[in-house]
């Protein structure tokens, strides 16, 4: 009865340890493929960053984009009313938008 207690204690031991390193073990076993490479696409080489100006984040840049505005030329000559109703902005953040447009496009 002893041998069959000490038994059952190490199966109960060893079924413990087998569960707890049971993540270590299913990963090992797996095969690893690599990781595909990744790739940083900039945008169009004529397109400049229109984050550049104040109050233009990633978002506003993207939705500038899909309304053809991809350079700071073509905002500080954009009409402020109907962008404003196409970005769904006020107007005015979008006149400030093209002063500074205005102003950067002029420096370089």
Partial sequence: MKR??????????LGAAVWLMRDRLISLALPREPEPPTFRVDPTPE???LTVIK???DAF????????ITTLQA??????????KQLNVPESRVEAWIAEAGQRSAAT
Avoid: E, H, I, N
């Fill in 47 to 49: 397109a400049d960053d």
């Fill in 61 to 68: 840049a993207s939705r500038l984009r899909q309304q053809g």
């Fill in 55 to 57: 109050g233009v984040g």
């Fill in 4 to 13: 069959l207690m000490k038994l059952t204690g190490f199966l109960a031991g």
């Fill in 75 to 84: 905002l500080a000559q954009a009409d402020p009313a109907v962008l404003a």
